[in-house]
């Protein structure tokens, strides 16, 4: 065929193929329903401010966590390799996007011959373009497949951005807690030995015996001895807190957990708004969305699929350049799947039962969901209702504190009495930090929980 016929030829077909690609029938995808009927148990349901639209640093007021997590979004080696998956997941997409387009080779042949007569060398040159038009749509839902995953890649990342920023807001808020336990044991520590010389006085003015003595320098030990745990702790967590931010092991510049102030109510939104926010749940409607396309690709194959051929190539000689010489064959052709049709059903099978698959673990990420914010609203009520009783017991073991040692030294209290009350003191004291450790991770925990974090 000369090449002057070419588009005699070519133009029919493309539109024959055109037309073909426009046959397929397009089911459009469509989210999962879902059911957020008292998904939180929460008392207004219909409150769609949420704390989740706040940006980290608007959240969080200290400055010095600020630093660290703007250290940590830098520098973080999770969310360093959840870009590169983000850069994986879009070469794949372009990948997928070429299959729309013809792919071109070059070919060449040598052709050497030594008849009786003379010897004879040929040189062939051509190209071969291929074009598969995509009928039913396999090679569109492929397309829409990697799209889905590259999206996906993108949530990926803002779920390790939110883990990372909840997880260092609580190791520092956590760090803090431990300095003031630390500084509330070494000042019970300096009252015990306080209390301890006191004691070893009235026993040699013959005033107690040495068991109270003895008992006094116990629990001074006892004491002294949750010291070093609590150092190791802070130690180990401030090393914790720099591998987290992408730096060597060494101390954190922190303030101090008293003047951390707390929300009186958290605002939580609607559960509708996790579909949004909330990454997993978005990474696991995302996952059902490429079953879904995968699923009607598989489809697709089962149909006919049409390829166009264009070959163009001259054999070299004496007027190889020549427009009359240059030869050029289109093949078109369909192939039905006939032998592979059952190996093509059972893919297919395969690729609906993915797809329900990622339905039930869509269904399950938004239950867990629920259940993690119900969770964490009602532990952060529980422990702000501790607060006012927790004032009240440790003023009480103060003044009883106070009052047996005055009687301990009029001789009308019993040693083990002072002792019981200074330890009952020391584990309120501590407790109160721990409670106010635990409204501030509830308050982290519910940012993460709903999706916080993305900006």
Known sequence: MNIKHIKYILVPAVVLAVGLSSCQVLNSYKPPEADLTDLYRAEDPTDTTTIARMPWNVYFADTCLHALIAEGLEQNFDLRIAYTRIMQAEAALKTANLAYFPTASLTGQV?????EARRNTQFDLGVVVQWEADVR?????????RYAQFLNSHVY?????????????TS???LMALDEQLRITNETIGLLEESSDAMQAMMEAGLLNAAAVEQSKALLYNTQISVPGLESRIRQLENSLSVMTGRRP???ERQNIRIQNLPEQLKYGVPAQLLSYRPDVRQA??????????????????????????????SMGENFFRPENILANIVGSITQPLFAGSQLRGQLKIAKAQQEEALLNFEKALLTAGQEVSDILYAFESSRRKNELRTRQIETLATAVYFTQELLKAGEANYTEVLTAEQNLLQAQLSRVSDKLEQIQAVVNLYRALGGGAG
């Open 285 to 314: 409607e995302l996952s059902f969305r490429s079953a879904f396309e995968m699923k009607n690709a598989a489809q697709a194959a089962l149909y006919p699929s049409v390829t166009l051929s264009l070959n163009v190539g001259s």
């Open 157 to 169: 990342r803002h779920l390790i951005q939110t883990s990372l920023i909840a997880n260092i807001a």
């Open 172 to 174: 520092y808020y956590t």
């Open 137 to 145: 749509g396999k090679l569109n839902r492929q397309a829409r497949a």
């Open 111 to 115: 052709t050497h011959s030594e008849p």
């Open 250 to 252: 060494g101390p954190v």
